[in-house]
């Protein structure tokens, strides 16, 4: 705290990112990387892009990028967004596209950056409980409202919601943006990007980070309605109009025209998992149903702090969080095979 700070800044409360380690012996498992690393095209492309000519400004607008999103979904280039990872995304988001003076409604278990975000553009927050299972009710979300946001699957519980409910929410709620964080849609759930041409309230966002495996170039994605992404376009213009060097562009659209590789480590992500669900349910955990790169898991017995401790202390991390409700989980990454094996054996020494 300074004399020289805005009572604003004294009031934010800003976001805590996971731990990212300077040790790199660890089993890392607490912030939901991809195990396999990025489409050796994507090396490749950013690699021919150092040689490229660097002393040049990038494609302030990214088309590169937005033409292989929208060759993937099959969606206009006009309907995509790009931005530096899907949190710069979503904060143009809450920005430029959720209403003053009505609640924004989200998951009261849900991605912690949200009631950040909040605070930083002054929108009021409504968390909404979600159901004994941990699942997200749409029915809760049937009140005024001045705009809708939810991880799908959601995060840190890994938990989907199938695709019809995301369109019961998006006809009950026609007059506000309904934004779907979809940072990990592609271990196992339908994109609702196919909802977007009928729904013009609808904002799907995604990342590079997870199933493209790019977490350090930070690249994220917004598709929606040509007047979604139009406004979204003039937050970025007013903030920094480059907000994607020459390396991320090139990379993230080889990442993206390389499907087969996408494909095939999204499957080997996927069988892990299950194998991973498998192993610690034979440790008696209970498992959380995950579509996600990730599981969320508690066991009856024993303290979920004191099990991160110990699992540290052998050199295997995993996140917990402390807020009341899900104090009892872990949420652990799903890693390499010998990760996940390293995690499973360390939990059964303990
Ligand atoms: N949404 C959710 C639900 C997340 O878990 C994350 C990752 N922390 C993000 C968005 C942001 O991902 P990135 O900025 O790496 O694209």
């Not at 909404?128 to 749409?138: N, S």
Request: aromatic letters at 10%; proline letters at 7%.
């Amino acid at each position: 705290m300074s004399k020289f700070w805005s009572p604003f800044v004294k009031d934010l409360v800003p976001y805590v990112p996971g731990e990212q380690p300077k040790l790199t012996k660890l089993v890392k498992l607490n912030t939901n990387e991809n195990p396999y690393g990025p489409s050796p095209k994507a090396i490749a492309a950013m690699q021919a892009e150092l040689n490229d000519d660097l002393r040049l400004y990038p494609d302030p607008n990214g088309d590169r990028l937005k033409q292989a999103v929208a060759a993937h979904y099959g969606v206009p280039a006009s309907q995509v967004f790009v931005g530096n990872g899907s949190d710069e995304v979503l904060a143009h988001a809450f920005h430029g596209l959720f209403q003053h003076g009505k609640p924004l409604l989200f998951p009261d278990i849900s991605y912690s950056f949200y009631p950040v975000y909040c605070g930083l553009y002054g929108i009021q927050a409504e968390p909404i409980a979600l159901d004994e299972q941990f699942q997200i009710r749409i029915e809760d979300y049937a009140r005024p409202n001045g705009g809708i946001i939810f991880p799908n699957p959601n995060a840190p519980t890994g938990c989907l919601l199938a695709l019809e409910a995301v369109e019961r929410l998006l006809q009950a709620n026609p007059d506000s943006v309904v934004l779907v964080d979809e940072a990990y849609i592609d271990f196992g759930g339908e994109s609702a990007i196919s909802l977007v041409s009928r729904y013009p309230n609808l904002l799907v966002t995604q990342t590079l980070s997870k199933s493209r495996s790019l977490a350090g170039l930070r690249v994220g994605l917004a598709v929606g309605h040509e007047d979604l992404i139009e406004a979204l376009e003039r937050i970025k213009n007013s903030f920094n109009s480059y907000p994607l060097d020459r390396i991320a562009i090139a990379g993230a659209a080889a990442a993206f025209e390389d499907r087969a590789y996408f494909e095939q480590t999204c499957a080997a992500v996927i069988d892990s998992r299950e194998q991973v669900v498998a192993g610690l349910q034979a440790l008696g955990f209970e498992v959380l149903p995950s579509a996600a790169n990730f599981i969320f898991a508690r066991h009856p017995g024993r303290d979920a702090a004191g099990i991160a401790a110990a699992l540290r202390e052998q050199g295997v991390i995993v996140r917990h969080f402390k807020q009341a409700r899900i104090a009892q989980f872990l949420r652990i990454s799903i890693g390499s095979p010998e990760q996940n094996q390293a995690l499973l054996d360390a939990l059964a020494a303990l």
